[in-house]
């Protein structure tokens, strides 16, 4: 009913995301029976980037970038598949991106205020470059609601 969404971002500011999470969202994704995380890299720390920084590091061309206040977007294409990066001022503004998106289902590489959107395949890949950790959204497969009281 109030005009501020339970994130704390006005609805105008939610609607004008809302196409960004939904482009982020269009790839074909794997996802487990709840959220959860993958922690063991084993390796490169995931370090804040741009979204320019983030497509030279994977070595793809960005197209489809797309530019708001509080983050940038982009799509790429590459040897190792396709996937979307999202590049976020803060780790705030990251942490609320992912807790509306996780319901939505999904895979993601997530690292200091970046996420990548993919096949879990093409992440574990990207993680190599990268760092970061994957995380699981909400499943939504056939078995979606089985079990769940």
């Known amino acids: 009913m109030g005009s501020r969404h339970h994130l704390g971002l006005t609805r105008l500011g939610l609607m004008k995301t809302l196409p960004l999470c ?16 993958d922690a063991a ?3 490169k720390a ?12 994977t070595d793809c ?6 530019k708001v206040k509080d983050l940038e977007q982009g799509n790429c294409k590459n040897a190792t598949g396709r996937y979307v990066l999202l590049s976020f001022t803060t780790d705030s503004g990251m942490n609320a991106w992912l807790e ?3 319901p939505w289902g999904g ?10 959107v993919s096949q879990e395949q093409t992440l574990e890949t990207l993680r190599k470059d990268l760092g970061g950790k994957i995380v699981q959204g909400d499943n939504h497969g056939p ?3 089985s079990g769940h009281g």
Request: glycine share 14%; net charge positive.
């Open 107 to 116: 895979t993601y590489l997530v690292g200091a205020r970046w996420v990548v």
């Open 100 to 102: 509306e998106a996780k």
């Open 46 to 57: 995931a370090k804040p980037a741009s979204l320019a920084e983030l497509a030279q590091q």
């Open 22 to 37: 939904a482009a982020a969202l269009a790839l074909p994704l794997a996802a487990g029976c709840s959220a959860k995380s």
């Open 61 to 66: 061309s960005l197209t489809g970038k797309r």
């Open 143 to 145: 078995d979606h609601g």
């Open 41 to 43: 890299g084993g390796g």
